[in-house]
């Protein structure tokens, strides 16, 4: 397979929480894999509804990331993080 990650990410099984549509949803998901630069993460087999962009809290490293949606496979998708910080 291809690698097309600028980054190598680390394998992870992490909880965390997607904020969605502007904060108004949230959402459980776990982090399975994560680099300084994005990460994969995974939701249950529930509807989705993902805009271009969203906010993912990962408790365990005490850390907030403003990401943009790379893509989206079933309830799998990709994050790149943006520069911009959480508050």
Known sequence: MIERRDHAR???IYGGVAS??????????V???LSEHGAQIEFDR??????ERM?????RKGRSFLARIVWWRDNLV??????ETVL
Request: glycine letters at 6%; proline letters at 0%.
């Open 55 to 59: 906010a993912l809290t990962i408790a």
């Open 10 to 12: 680390d394998k992870v």
């Open 20 to 29: 969605l549509d502007d904060g108004k949803t949230t959402k459980e998901c």
């Open 46 to 51: 529930t509807r989705l509804s993902l805009n």
């Open 78 to 83: 990709g994050i790149a993080f943006s520069d």
């Open 31 to 33: 982090v399975r894999n």
